[in-house]
């Protein structure tokens, strides 16, 4: 691992991950959605710039240099985590002042797209810092206070492809092939919370082992919602199952397709419709982040 003593500058990773099935299996009395879940990184990444200033004090300023259209820096999940940590730390007792920090994101990972981009730069950010600052948090207590930001956070801040229980924080390494997907955005955002308050939503999916969903895979029970809702997200599926098994990540709205190899994926790449964004990214079972920063 590098010193983080003479950091001034750190530029790390936030991967984007693809849900290879997303069973719902019941609901929690707070609303949360009980799933059993595949998840599985890319090396498709945004980029975060971390630049310490010389100035430090017990409540270090977190300065936002890049503006996402529609969220407000003091909403955005990298500001977020950044201040949930300072609380933990000093909850904790943890004294020491602290520089502050100017963030650039630079954002590649479509938003609204089930690909996990805002709690992923939110993971980032609470890895970054707690390397840059030295705090000494573990990951079990990173993955904690991630999760209090998203059910999605957890799963970037362990950094394995995992099965995944619970609401998404219960997580298990497992070993998917690493394949070559296309990814299409259909040209609609989808909220998380839209798909998750639909009527319609089947919550009853039987509880599988994790063998089993291994060995057999599953489907993604948001996916007949969105469709429904959104005729983009249906026509995106219809297009790509020509070419192989064509799903739907998360809640929507990118869908993906898995290639043994780059070339295949590119010849799909190339026949896409105007109208629709895509891009290749290769599965990876270990996060780009963790191997930037050597843990
Ligand atoms: C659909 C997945 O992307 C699958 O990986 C995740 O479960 C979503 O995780 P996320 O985007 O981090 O979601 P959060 O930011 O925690 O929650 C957004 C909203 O979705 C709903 N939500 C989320 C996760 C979950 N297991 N059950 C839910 O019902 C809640 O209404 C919540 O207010
Ligand atoms: N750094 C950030 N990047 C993206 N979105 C952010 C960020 N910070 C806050 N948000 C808010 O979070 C919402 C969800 O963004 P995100 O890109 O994580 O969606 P998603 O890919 O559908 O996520 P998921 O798969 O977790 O449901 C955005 O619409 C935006 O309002």
């Not at 999916?205 to 057999?216: K, P």
Request: a negative charge; hydrophobic letters at 40%; charged letters at 20%.
């Amino acid at each position: 691992m590098p010193t983080a003593i003479n950091i001034e500058t750190l530029t790390l990773p936030a991967p984007a991950k693809l849900n290879l099935m997303l069973h719902i299996v019941g609901r929690r009395h707070d609303g949360y959605h009980l799933l059993q879940t595949q998840f599985q990184l890319l090396d498709f990444c945004d980029q975060l710039t971390f630049r310490k200033s010389k100035q430090t004090s017990q409540n270090p300023r977190i300065k936002l240099t890049t503006q996402i259209p529609g969220v407000d820096a003091a909403d955005n999940l990298v500001t977020r985590a950044a201040h949930r940590l300072i609380l933990f730390c000093r909850e904790k007792g943890f004294r020491q002042p602290l520089s502050d920090i100017s963030v650039q994101l630079d954002k590649k990972i479509p938003m609204g797209g089930g690909l996990g981009g805002g709690s992923s730069d939110a993971a980032t950010t609470l890895l970054g810092l707690n390397h840059i600052w030295q705090l000494g948090c573990s990951i079990d207590e990173l993955a904690k206070i991630g999760l209090a930001l998203g059910a999605d956070v957890p799963v970037f801040v362990r950094g394995f492809a995992a099965w995944a229980e619970g609401v998404g924080e219960k997580l298990t390494p497992i070993e998917p092939k690493e394949v070559c997907y296309l990814v299409i955005c259909p040209e609609c955002h989808i909220s998380t919370q839209e798909i998750f308050c639909h009527p319609e939503l089947t919550r009853d999916t039987e509880i599988m082992t994790i063998t089993r969903a291994l060995d057999q895979g599953g489907h993604n029970d948001c996916e007949s919602i969105a469709k429904a809702t959104y005729q983009e997200v249906a026509q995106a599926l219809d297009w790509l199952s020509q070419y192989g098994k064509s799903q739907m990540t998360g809640t929507g709205a990118c869908i993906f397709a898995g290639f043994n190899d780059q070339e295949s994926a590119e010849a799909v790449l190339a026949a896409l419709p105007d109208h629709w964004q895509g891009f290749i990214a290769w599965g990876k079972n270990r996060s780009p982040l963790h191997e930037a920063l050597a843990i």
